[in-house]
């Protein structure tokens, strides 16, 4: 059963990637504020990856037994003054991610949960999928400094992403 620092640390995990979710739907926005439309398009699969993580731990919690308290959402920033800024941040916010979920996992093998240790596994690998997506976007905004058609061409491509939701166990 999930009790005590593990339950409660996994419900702040919860609101963690409920902010996240925010946040990108945020910088969806101000992506179409600017017609980046496929930079807003990722966006929008980005809002959909942070809502799955938050319910697969969501899930996870219901199973073991423990009770999940939903906390206040932090307001997130609206606007950013370039796609390099915006994705600098993402890149900034993802490490910070990572160290949680490296807490996460230091109370699990601290608290011998092997459960939630075991669960805590997926989290590991799709961060560090996130934060190599991320820094190679930075790197591709880099390389196009102000070159508009660079900029566009990225955009198209950006657009091009699909989110297919992970299966159950994957
Ligand atoms: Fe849920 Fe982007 O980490």
Request: hydrophobic share 45%; no cysteine; net charge negative.
């Amino acid at each position: 059963m999930l009790q005590g620092k593990m339950l409660k640390a996994m419900n702040e995990q919860i609101n963690a990637e409920m902010y996240s979710a925010y946040l990108y739907l945020s910088m969806e926005s101000y992506f179409q504020s600017v017609s980046l439309t496929g930079f807003a398009a990722w966006m929008r699969g980005q809002v959909q990856e942070e809502l799955f993580h938050a319910m697969k731990m969501y899930d996870f919690v219901g199973e073991r037994g423990g009770r999940v308290v939903l906390d206040a959402i932090k307001k997130p920033d609206s606007s950013w003054k370039s796609p390099l800024a915006a994705f600098k941040h993402i890149l900034k916010h993802e490490q910070m991610v990572t160290g949680l979920i490296n807490d996460l996992v230091d109370l699990a093998m601290k608290e011998r949960d092997h459960a939630t240790l075991n669960f805590l596994q997926w989290f590991v690998a799709e961060q560090v999928e996130e934060e190599a997506s991320v820094g190679e976007i930075v790197d591709k905004l880099k390389l196009i400094r102000d070159d508009t058609s660079g900029l566009f061409m990225l955009d198209a491509e950006m657009g091009k992403r699909v989110f297919t939701l992970p299966q159950k166990g994957e």
